[in-house]
């Protein structure tokens, strides 16, 4: 069971190339989402790379799926987009005060 905050998994879930990709490529889709297929042409993926990257990205939480039939549309979660936004900018140039250790000159 893992211990990462949601903050750190969707940090490490966006810390691959690939899958930053996947998602920017979810966010410009908007609502509406990708069908896993279109993800793969559009980005060159074999299916099986394509969804290993995907599973990473549902499992913290950046993605969600819904099955229609046979096809899985791929959306962005975007509440979750947002509080890793806020996280990430919440002191945004507040200043940090720089702590002397002992015996540093």
Do not use: W
């Not at 190339?17 to 793969?40: H, N, P, T």
């Not at 790379?49 to 969600?64: C, D, E, I, P, Y």
């Amino acid at each position: 069971m893992s211990t990462a905050s949601p903050t750190a998994r969707a940090l490490a879930a966006l810390g691959h190339d690939v899958r930053l990709s996947i998602f920017r490529l979810l966010v410009k889709a908007g609502e509406d989402g990708m069908r896993i297929g279109d993800i793969g042409e559009h980005l060159d993926l074999a299916p099986s790379t394509l969804a290993h990257h995907l599973s990473t990205l549902v499992g913290a939480g950046l993605v969600l799926q819904e099955k229609q039939g046979r096809e899985v549309t791929n959306r962005t979660n975007y509440p979750a987009m947002n509080e890793l936004l806020t996280f990430l900018s919440s002191e945004c140039c507040v200043g940090v005060t720089a702590i002397m250790k002992e015996g540093a000159a």
